[in-house]
């Protein structure tokens, strides 16, 4: 019997319903761990800072990752007065800009304050070997 064959039943349903209440409260506690898990790495390490430790044979790290985009609006205001229209499109290209800048057609001043940077934490735990 295919998948497709198979009946709904009233015990899937509740089944499938108990699953998801879980699923919501073990992602809470996952999500409770990793806070705690980053209030000591910023205490003892520093605020956004990468960070790992060893408690017995488990690892605990602390990875930072970095997203810089530039500001839509800005960029393509600054762009437009710097007359570099080729780096516009509807939205200012950023393999171009960054082409631009490594060939020295535009200076990181000139957008300086057209960038965001964008931080996020993420909490690895590995068992070790």
Do not use: W
Request: charged fraction near 35%.
């Amino acid at each position: 019997m295919s998948n497709i064959d198979q009946a709904i039943t009233k015990e899937m349903l509740v089944h499938y319903t108990e699953l998801s209440l879980r699923k919501k409260d073990i992602e809470q506690q996952l999500e409770d761990l990793k806070k705690v898990f980053n209030d000591y790495f910023d205490t003892n390490v520093g605020h956004q800072l990468k960070a790992e430790m060893t408690i017995g044979d488990y690892k605990l790290q602390r990875q930072i990752r970095t997203i810089e985009k530039f500001t839509q609006e800005k960029t393509i205001t600054r762009l437009e007065e710097l007359n570099l229209m080729d780096l516009i499109q509807k939205k200012p290209d950023e393999k171009k800009i960054k082409s631009a800048l490594n060939l020295g057609l535009l200076k990181e001043d000139d957008l300086a304050d057209c960038r965001t940077v964008q931080t996020t934490q993420a909490i690895v735990v590995k068992k070790l070997k």
